[in-house]
């Protein structure tokens, strides 16, 4: 069973478009995240959110705007993306605290650009 | 910032021999370090983890081994399965208290298990 949910499982813009991806999970996780993994290579972090706050940002750009709008959701918004952007991007959730948790991915969102 | 090397980037074994990855890792102050199983347009799964505190940790035919001083991880599969054929990432983590913890991960290793 896959306990983090993602939508959608697919997804084709053009680079023009604005679209968002969405994740959610009911584990009582605080912590959130997103990555992006290109084919055969591992995954990346682009951000964390803990507590519904955005406490990391690898230096993502602009383009790719995260939301927390609240303890079980996490949304990806999309606009005017780059051919490079396509990926498949993965949600992760995990306890926050100060001890290490592990993190529980979703199945991602297979994402291309036109 | 973490950087984790894992090795050997490709393995195939025999059905019911023995699968062996290495990672080495770089900040001495990570202490967490899970390994992930992804197949083939699958997310990754967690199959097994090992925090500082730990030198080896035991699950059926997975086990993992730590050495804080060497900097280095080992992930070691017994009597593989066919099943067992996936891409294994490893991982180092050091936690950020309140703002969670932060995974960087090796570079994966694709193992293929011939029946």
């Known amino acids: 069973d896959t306990e983090v949910t993602q939508t959608p499982k697919h997804l084709v813009m053009g680079m023009t478009n604005k679209k968002s991806l969405k994740c959610e999970q009911h584990m009582g996780h605080r912590a959130m995240y997103w990555y992006k993994q290109k084919a055969k290579k591992p995954p990346e972090l682009m951000f964390v959110y803990s507590y519904e706050k955005l406490s990391i940002n690898e230096s993502v750009p602009s383009r790719f705007s995260p939301e927390c709008p609240n303890s079980s959701l996490l949304n990806l918004h999309l606009h005017a993306l780059q051919p490079e952007d396509s990926a498949l991007y993965l949600c992760a959730s995990s306890q926050a605290g100060s001890l290490n948790q592990p993190q529980h991915f979703g199945d991602g969102t297979r994402l291309s650009i036109l | 910032g973490e950087n984790v090397e894992q090795h050997p980037s490709t393995l195939s074994v025999q059905e019911g021999d023995s699968a062996v990855i290495k990672c080495t890792y770089s900040d001495s102050a990570s202490n967490y370090f899970p390994w992930y199983k992804q197949e083939l347009g699958k997310r990754p799964q967690l199959i097994i983890d090992?925090?500082?505190?730990?030198g080896e940790k035991k699950d059926q035919r997975i086990a993992v081994t730590l050495n804080k001083t060497a900097k280095h991880f080992s992930l070691h599969i017994t009597e593989t399965q066919p099943e067992d054929s996936a891409v294994y990432f490893c991982?180092?983590?050091?936690?950020?208290?309140?703002?969670?913890?932060?995974?960087?991960f090796g570079g994966g290793t694709r193992v293929l298990v011939k029946p």
């Open positions: 090992i925090r500082s505190n730990v």
């Open positions: 991982a180092a983590s050091m936690a950020l208290g309140a703002a969670g913890n932060k995974l960087t």
